[in-house]
């Protein structure tokens, strides 16, 4: 029985003490962060009327976004 459990001990401790590298993710490149940022930013811009209400006219738009009349 004792030969048993070595055998047994001897053939599974190694392979549990065996770990796989848990794989990550290569870190962003300047590119990357900077098209995550500017995607954060324009959600953020999507939203902003109900955010932010001070700053906007009774359609919605900034004063700098509306369009000049046709004269």
């Not at 459990?5 to 993710?25: D, E």
């Not at 098209?35 to 906007?56: F, L, M, N, V």
């Amino acid at each position: 029985m004792t030969k048993f459990i070595t055998v047994v001990l001897l053939t599974t401790l190694p392979v549990l003490a065996q770990t796989t590298p848990v794989p990550t993710a290569p870190p962003l490149t300047d590119r990357e962060r900077v098209q995550a940022e500017r995607a954060k930013a324009d959600e953020a811009e999507r939203g902003a009327p109900i955010t932010r209400p001070w700053d906007r006219d009774a359609d919605g738009k900034r004063p700098w976004e509306r369009k000049s009349p046709k004269l």
